[in-house]
């Protein structure tokens, strides 16, 4: 069964920053890509950003500039590096991997303060 471990949420006062890290384990192939979503109070799910088996990455308009996705193939990793944060960036962040189906982590809570 795989597993998707988050670690690195937390408060954080607004210009701040903090790192995520989601490590997947419980196979021997790696995920195909992973990636980060977030979903604030009243809102729906949406994604952070992304990175393919190729390296390639992709992230929401809002994010751009700011977060940067990086990957550790050899050990299924991915981190989510999150600069000059915003209040608008409180969410529960969730680790997503694509295996042949996607898996989920249990999700960890980023809180900016204003």
């Known amino acids: 069964q795989v597993q998707l471990v988050e670690s690195g949420g937390g408060l954080v006062q607004a210009g701040g920053s903090l790192r995520l890290s989601c490590a997947a384990s419980?196979?021997?192939?790696?995920?195909?890509?992973m990636g980060w979503y977030r979903q604030a109070p009243g809102s729906q799910r949406e994604l952070v950003a992304s990175?393919?088996?190729?390296?390639?990455?992709n992230y929401a308009d809002s994010v751009t500039g700011r977060f940067t996705i990086s990957r550790s193939n050899a050990k299924s990793t991915v981190y989510l590096q999150m600069n000059s944060l915003k209040p608008e960036d409180t969410a529960v962040y969730y680790c997503?991997?694509?295996?042949?189906?996607?898996?989920w982590g249990q999700g960890t809570q980023v809180t900016v303060a204003s």
């Open positions: 419980g196979s021997i192939f790696r995920p195909n890509a």
């Open positions: 997503a991997a694509d295996y042949p189906i996607r898996y």
């Open positions: 990175i393919t088996s190729g390296g390639s990455t």
